[in-house]
Each structure stands twice: as C-alpha cells, then as structure tokens.
C-alpha cells in the first residue's frame, strides 16, 4: 500500500520558516520523481517545486528562491524548506510522487496546513 505523510506545516508569522516532510513507504521512493504543491480552496493545485529522481531542481519562478525542495533516498523523504513566508503563502501544501512528471498522476499524501499571520 502506497502511502505518502505530510507533516511540518502550521502556523507561523510572516518573515519565519517551516520545513515540510513528505515520508513515502509502499514505493521504490528512489525511482520517483517527487514535487510539492499548494492548494488554496475554490482554486487548482500548483505546483511549487519539484525534484527528480536523481535530485534535480528546476526553480522555474525566481521567486520562488525562498523555497528548497531537497530530498534524502535513504529516509524515503522529501522536504520543503520555506523561508521568508508571506501570508499569500498560506495554503494546504501536498507531496506527489511520480515516475514520469509529479502533478500528473502518481500517489498523493493528504495535505499539511500552512499559515503565516500574525
């Protein structure tokens, strides 16, 4: 059985950091291409950063520099760091794993809550 656990979100202020994990079991996790994604109601799933298999990153958004994906084969996880948060940055953040392109298909966790307000 596939699953994926998020966990790390919360509450902070703006200007803090968070760190989001994402563990994955059920899965050869190293064959997977992973990313991170933010879902705000009424609104569609974007994606924030995504890393291959073989742990490249490609910040498609200049600024979206304030967050670094990175992951670690031998835990079977794969994190999110966020820093200098903003309030728009609020949002349900999801993991997906995927063998071709994440966001596409693939397994999905069930979402960690993240919210910058002071």
């Known amino acids: 059985q596939v699953q994926l656990v998020e966990s790390g979100g919360g509450l902070v202020q703006p200007g803090g950091s968070l760190r989001l994990s994402c563990a994955a079991s059920?899965?050869?996790?190293?064959?997977?291409?992973m990313g991170w994604f933010r879902q705000a109601p009424w609104k569609q799933r974007e994606l924030v950063e995504a890393i291959t298999s073989a742990g490249s990153t490609n910040y498609a958004d200049s600024g979206k520099v304030r967050f670094t994906i990175s992951r670690d084969n031998a835990k079977n996880t794969v994190y999110l760091q966020m820093n200098s948060l903003k309030p728009e940055d609020t949002d349900v953040y999801y993991c997906n794993a995927d063998l071709r392109v994440p966001g596409r298909g693939g397994h999905w966790g069930q979402g960690t809550q993240v919210t910058v307000s002071s």
């Open positions: 059920g899965i050869r996790f190293s064959f997977y291409n």
